[in-house]
Structure formats: structure tokens, C-alpha cells
């Protein structure tokens, strides 16, 4: 069952205006140059270094498309390795999970592509992304301490997209679930065209075989029924010419996701939260970029649009919620190379238009006891417009051979509603030991605005006007051995502040404060074709959750312990073998401690009271995937087994209560799942 606040969350995620911040729907960037080449010391497979990169600063993790897609559980999408990242966890073994990076929560993440915004990532339900394979080039993920060209609290992923070459190579490829093919060909000497589509086929399919989602033993009218099983559609382009020093190019993705069904699971417990729930989501963004280069200057200047419009049907209350978003935006960067100092400076300006009309219950402010039955209903019918401006600079000077400093600051400036305007300074400094062992650290102010529905009237309090903030301290210690294998520790500790929390009074207020510390622990080692990453993680993360309570709380993100064993085999010239183990804490949660009575037209019905919040903890959590795949020819095969620990026990996502709200139970995670992927090229 879907709780009410997850849908109504939801539904206002894809506002982004108010929303550099709402994770899933944040902007996607690429570089204006390389900086240079070199090889993971375990992974064989070589990445470049973009614009604002500093060698060995903190917390800044890189990986291949191709290293990525060799990633048993991957299910051949290079951006589901992100989870494998010392740093990276998640709450559950589901494709849906939410990712939580060093205490930061979900929405707290950018995600990025080339600065060229997309209205969301990941189609529903997590299986893929909205960007093809043949797409994506590398993923650099910045877990903490990054550079001024990123806006973000918590922490940046930032996907470079493969620009075509005109090699006129292409593939189909058939799996399980969807389809899709790719083309990069030659329009003439210095223009080529990138090209790909991918279509789901999952429902053309499950409506055939699947009946029924979930059903209630023991009462008949309880159950989960798709009318509607989900499908997705994505596609891309990219169309470049190149003019002396000069690359133009005109870029587009496009996405749209539907589903619908119908739970009845609520009737007894929350009768209004029973009924359909109908979801589609389209966006389409189209770009157009300059990339200019010389001897020491490069620049990237890009120009786009962006429409989202969704359409979220709730419940037979008939709450909805109809968007038409179009954003407008200007972003230009600048790198000079100059003897001992790289220098960079930045402008982003942007403008949106969002019209939305929403009738639905007001979200809760914590993620438990959300009733819809007892929530008030709320209309709003409004065009939320903003502007804003932001100007960054940062200078990376080399010091000595030895020595290198970072420093710089993102100020940005807005009309929307009373932020005001803000500065951000950040600084990092690497001192190299010797050739094979680093030690560096980085300071900085991070900062976005709060979640969409804190902030807007009728949900949240439209009277806050500071954006939320938190300070970043982080180490790092890099060592490199004579064998082919390396070892990285990373510490870090981050102060959260200006956090809007629940108010009694205003509905939110912006004075919440948390903190987050904890360890990154990751080992690679490379024995001729055989390739091994072990990772751990350790986190601590709390909160405060009200106004009336100072006292900070851990949430949905607070899982101590993660380990993660990765290995890829290659033999026979042919074959590989890809192996994925994982070991994590459970989630934490809030326990029901006792009932109450609500009476709804009439009607006497029974609801939760809950006890500490977050006090008590699920199991803990085990995956394990296997990956084997041939290539023979043009032809290339893949079998992945997912999830295969849940053929022996099947790990906890939740407590399941009776209609008196007494434990019977538990709802399970996603179970085996397996996956078949046939790829010819050409």
C-alpha cells in the first residue's frame, strides 16, 4: 500500500521552481572540457576529469558506463551502480528505493545531466532510468564537499552524455521488460546524429497472466488491482556540429510514464484513502548548447526549455492534481588554465511558469500517521512564477608540486516569494604525501530551498523565506599499492540548519536542526581479468522533527552499517561473471504503541497512536545478484538473476497492522527477480 504522503509528495515533486531541490526532478550537466584521463586503479576502465574537478579532493567518486553496466543487478542501466558507491545507501533491496548519501535525504540530491534539465530520472517503479545506455558516457558522483558549479544541500550526481561521432555504429536490444535501439551516424563531415528509443512491454504482457496485485486472505473486498499495469516510453537525440574550435549542438530527451489501479486495502482503517490512483507523467526537454576551445580557455553556454506536465488522480474522493510546467533557462561556464591557477566562472538564470491545480488532503509533516480521513482538503488553483540568478567563481591554484587549494563561492539571488538572495563559500585543499598516498580535505556552505509542500499556501507556511543549509566537513586518505589495488578512507560530519520542520501553529516553520557523521571505506583490487570493490559504510544522521521538541530524532535514512562485496570476472575471451553482495541495517521506524477512535460520517472507526518517533528498527537487509554474460560476434547476452536472497528469506520493507492496528506480520520487498538481455550491434 501506498501511504498518503508518498503520493501527495509525489504529485508536487515536479514543480521546479520551487525546487532546485526536489531530487528526482533536479537538472543533468556535462563538461565543457576534459581535464585530463586516468584509470581507476581496480576497474581497468578509464575516466576523464571534468571542469571543477580537483585530484583527490573528498568524496568524489567516478565510474564508466561500461564498468557500470558489468555490475550484477544492474538490470543493464548504468545508472542503477550509483547504489554501489561507499557513501551510497539505500533502505531497501527494490528497484524503487530511495538513495540516502551521507545522512542527506533523497530530495536533497541533484541529479544532473550536462546542466540540461530533465523533468524527472527514473521512470516509476526504478527499473530505468529516462536515459538510454548507449547515452551515457560516465556518472561522477559528489558525495560532499563539491565545487561551486553545483547547487545542492546533500550531494551531486552529475551524468555526462556520450556526443556522437558520426561512427555509424548502432544496437537493438530485447529484454524482459522493454525494448530499445540506438544510432549514432553521419550527416556530413562535421555534423552527426545520436538517436534512441525505448519502449516497455511489461504490461502488454502482465495483463494477460496477472490478475490481481495483492489481496486480503481473509476479506474479500480488500485488494490492489491494475486497470492500467505501468509502461514507459523515453527517447533521445542529440544532433552536433562542429565548426573549428567551436561544437553546436541541439539536444533532446523526452519520457512519459502511466499507470493506474485500485486499492481497497484502506476501507476499514482510512475510508477516503480507498479507490484509484491513476499517474501520468510527460516531459520533454529540448536544448541547445555551444561549446567553444582553445589552447587554455574553454566555455559551455546552453540554452533549453522544459515541460512537465502530469496528471495524478487520487482516491474515489477524486482528489487530483494537473500540472503544466515550462522552465526557461540560460547557463554559461567559463575554465581558464592559466600556469598555477585554473579559474572558473559561471551564470545561471532562470525563469518558470508552473500553473497547477491540486484538490487533495494536506501531507502530514513526518512520515507516520497520515490518515487521509482526518486531513483537511485542500484547493489550489494558481500559477507559481519565479526567476532566478545565480553567479559562481572558484579558482583550484597549485600551490607546490605538492600542494593544491580550492576556493570559491555560489551566490544566487531570487523573486520568488520573499528568498531573497544568499551566498555560499567553499574551499578544499590536497597535499600528496608521496606519488602513491594523498590526504585532503574540504569545507563549505551548501544550500537549497525546502521541500515544495513546506513552503506553498494551503500545504506548507508561504512566510518562510530561508532556504535550508548545511555545513560540510570532510576528509579523505587515498592510498595506492604496488599490486594493482588501493584504498580510500573518508570521514565526514555535516550540520544541518534552517530546516523546515512541523509547526503547530504555521504548519512549518524553518528553524529545524540536525547533524550527520559518519566513514567511507572503499578497497579495489584488479588480479588480471578479475576485479574486486569492497565498500563500507558507516552513518549516523538525526533530525528535529517539531517546533514544540528540540530534541533531533533519526529517520528514514538512518542505516548505520553498509557493506558491499563487487567482483566481475572475464574468461575465454567470451564470458563474464558479475557477482553482488550487500549487508545493510534496517530502516528505522515509528512502532504503534496504542489505538484511538475517529467517527467518519457516522461510522466508528479505529486509528494509531504512535510511539517514539524512529525507536525501533527492521531486520537487517541482505541482496545478492549474479550477472553472466556472452559475447559472440555482433551479439551480445546477458542473464541476470536479482534478488536471488529472497529465494532463501525475503527481506522486511514493513510492519503490517490488522484493522485494530495490531502487528500481524510483515510486507516483504521485491522478490527474485530475473532478467534476460539480448543486444545485437552493428
Not at 74 to 89: I, M, R, S
Not at 492 to 520: C, H, M, P, R
Not at 554 to 561: A, C, I, L, T
Amino acid at each position: 500500500m501506498l501511504s498518503r504522503k508518498k503520493l501527495i509528495i509525489l504529485s508536487l515533486i515536479s514543480i521546479p521552481l520551487l525546487l532546485q531541490a526536489e531530487v528526482t526532478l533536479d537538472t543533468i550537466e556535462v563538461n565543457a572540457k576534459e581535464q585530463g584521463t586516468h584509470s581507476g586503479v581496480a576497474s581497468g576502465y578509464e575516466v576523464y576529469d571534468k571542469e571543477g574537478y580537483m585530484k583527490a579532493a573528498p568524496m568524489q567518486k567516478q565510474m564508466t558506463s561500461k564498468e557500470a553496466l558489468e555490475i550484477a543487478g544492474t538490470n543493464g542501466d548504468p545508472l542503477k551502480a550509483l547504489q554501489t558507491f561507499a557513501g551510497v545507501v539505500s533502505t531497501n533491496n527494490d528497484d524503487s528505493s530511495e538513495i540516502y548519501i551521507h545522512g542527506s535525504k533523497p530530495r536533497e540530491t541533484r541529479f544532473s545531466i550536462n546542466h540540461l534539465p530533465v523533468g524527472y530520472l527514473f521512470h516509476l517503479g526504478g527499473l530505468h532510468s529516462i536515459i538510454a545506455p548507449e547515452m551515457t558516457e560516465q556518472i561522477d558522483a559528489y558525495l560532499g564537499g563539491f565545487d561551486v558549479t553545483y547547487g545542492a544541500m546533500g550531494a551531486v550526481v552529475d551524468i555526462s552524455p556520450k556526443y556522437p561521432t558520426g561512427s555509424g555504429e548502432g544496437r537493438v536490444h530485447v529484454g524482459m521488460y522493454d525494448a530499445d535501439f540506438a544510432y549514432d551516424m553521419s550527416l556530413g563531415e562535421d555534423t552527426n546524429l545520436f538517436i534512441s528509443a525505448r519502449r516497455s512491454y511489461f504490461d502488454l504482457i502482465a495483463n494477460k497472466i496477472i490478475d490481481e496485485l495483492d489481496t486480503d486472505d481473509d476479506d474479500e473486498r480488500k485488494k490492489t488491482t491494475f486497470t492500467l499495469f505501468p509502461q514507459f516510453y523515453d527517447a533521445q537525440m542529440i544532433l552536433s556540429h562542429q565548426m573549428g574550435d567551436n561544437v553546436f549542438s541541439l539536444e533532446v530527451i523526452a519520457a512519459q510514464d502511466k499507470l493506474k489501479l485500485n486499492d481497497t486495502f484502506n476501507v476499514d482503517k482510512d475510508p477516503v484513502a480507498v479507490g484509484k490512483i491513476n499517474i501520468n507523467i510527460k516531459s520533454n526537454t529540448i536544448g541547445a548548447r555551444w561549446l567553444h576551445t582553445r589552447e587554455s580557455m574553454t566555455s559551455n553556454t546552453l540554452l533549453y526549455r522544459l515541460s512537465t506536465k502530469q496528471n495524478f488522480e487520487l482516491f474515489d474522493a477524486d482528489f487530483f492534481d494537473k500540472e503544466n510546467i515550462n522552465e526557461y533557462g540560460l547557463y554559461h561556464e567559463t575554465v581558464w588554465e592559466l600556469d598555477k591557477h585554473t579559474l572558473t566562472l559561471g551564470a545561471e538564470l532562470k525563469q518558470v511558469n508552473a500553473p497547477i491545480k491540486i484538490h487533495s488532503s494536506a501531507p502530514e509533516s513526518t512520515d507516520f500517521g497520515d490518515l487521509t480521513t482526518e486531513a483537511e482538503v485542500i484547493d489550489i488553483d494558481k500559477t507559481f512564477k519565479a526567476k532566478e540568478y545565480t553567479f559562481f567563481a572558484q579558482d583550484i591554484w597549485d600551490i607546490t608540486p605538492t600542494d593544491h587549494f580550492r576556493y570559491g563561492f555560489r551566490a544566487w539571488k531570487t523573486d520568488f516569494q520573499k528568498f531573497g538572495s544568499g551566498i555560499d563559500p567553499r574551499i578544499a585543499y590536497v597535499h600528496d604525501f608521496a606519488a602513491d598516498l594523498t590526504v585532503s580535505a574540504s569545507v563549505g556552505r551548501y544550500s537549497q530551498r525546502p521541500s515544495t509542500f513546506t513552503i506553498i499556501e494551503g500545504f506548507g507556511n508561504p512566510k518562510i523565506d530561508t532556504e535550508e543549509s548545511a555545513d560540510h566537513y570532510t576528509l579523505s586518505f587515498q592510498k595506492t599499492f604496488s599490486d594493482k589495488s588501493s584504498l580510500l578512507v573518508e570521514p565526514y560530519f555535516k550540520k544541518f540548519q534552517n530546516l523546515a520542520i512541523a509547526d503547530d501553529f504555521s504548519n512549518y516553520e524553518a528553524v529545524g536542526e540536525g547533524e550527520a557523521y559518519g566513514l567511507d571505506i572503499t578497497y579495489k583490487k584488479k588480479i588480471e581479468n578479475f576485479n574486486l570493490m569492497l565498500a563500507y559504510s558507516y552513518v549516523k544522521a538525526k533530525r528535529q522533527l517539531n517546533t514544540n521538541n528540540e530534541k533531533q530524532y533519526s529517520f528514514e535514512g538512518d542505516v548505520p552499517h553498509t557493506l558491499q562485496l563487487s567482483t566481475n570476472y572475464h574468461f575465454w575471451d567470451k564470458w563474464r561473471v558479475s557477482a553482488y553482495a550487500k549487508y545493510s541495517s534496517g530502516k528505522p521506524y515509528t512502532p504503534v504503541v496504542g489505538t484511538d477512535c475517529y467517527t467518519y460520517k457516522g461510522k466508528e472507526y479505529v486509528k494509531p497512536v504512535y510511539g517514539k518517533p524512529y525507536s525501533k528498527r527492521l531486520d537487517a537487509n541482505y541482496d545478492l545478484d549474479v550477472q553472466v554474460g556472452y559475447k559472440t560476434g555482433n551479439w551480445e547476452y546477458s542473464l541476470e538473476l536479482m534478488n536471488v536472497n529472497a529465494l532463501f528469506k525475503a527481506n522486511t520493507e514493513g510492519i503490517k497492522y490488522n484493522d485494530k492496528y495490531e502487528e500481524d506480520g510483515s510486507y516483504k520487498q521485491s522478490g527474485f527477480l530475473p532478467a534476460l538481455h539480448m543486444t545485437y550491434r552493428f
